[in-house]
């Protein structure tokens, strides 16, 4: 396996754990404690892991060479009942994870953008060995990377995508309450737009302008 797709697979655990973390963290603020139990307001990678989402989509993208990697973790439990603001609520716990990923993308752009402009002078000064400057770059660019690809896809509007309850959450009351669609046939959409390649389209339209923004280019 190649030094790239290490720090791909490493950047996606990251991806995926603050992703998830962060859907839980937003639902204990709204008031629904059921995530928080269960440990998923957490940053340790096992409490989110999705057998399929997270092992084997992934490692089937690798071998295919996919331009990008993207999975899901296992998803957050939310009871509306719960919440302050069922409608609302959903939107931003909805929102949280996606959020979270372009966050941690620009947080990593930083870095990518500080080593490019100063970079040369930490290594000239000993701060920094040129090993490990590119090792940074290297790191940094994989984080964002799957980050943004992670950000993205989730926000594609199918089940059980992120997507879909955002914008389920901003319809009229009565549309919101009884749009409903199992997640078996959102999963089997999902399948098929993959295999056709709209996913990889959709994330090729916005990942590079994104990329290119965060990064300084």
Known sequence: MSD?????????IIAITVHEAAHAFVAYKCGDTTAYDEGRVSLNPINHVDPFG??????M???????????????????????NDPKTDEYWISLAGPLSNFALAAIF???????MGYGDGMVKSGV?????????????????????????????????????NVIRSMLPD????????PPGIGFLMFIVLMSAGVTDSIISTFYMPLYNLLIGR
Not at 73 to 82: C, F, I, L, Q
Not at 109 to 115: F, K, N, Q, S
């Open 4 to 12: 790239t797709a290490i720090l791909q697979i490493i950047g996606f």
């Open 54 to 59: 997270t092992v084997i989509l992934p490692v």
């Open 61 to 83: 993208l690798l071998i295919m060479n996919s331009p990008f990697m993207f999975g899901w973790a296992k998803p957050v439990p939310v009871d509306p009942r719960n919440l």
């Open 109 to 115: 752009g930083g870095i990518v953008r500080m080593l």
């Open 128 to 164: 920094l060995s040129i090993e490990t400057a590119i090792l940074m770059l290297k790191f940094s660019a994989a984080v964002i990377s799957v980050n943004l690809v992670l950000g993205i896809f989730n926000l594609i509007p199918i089940p059980p995508l992120d997507g879909f």
């Open 174 to 181: 009565e549309i919101y309450e009884n749009l409903y669609i």
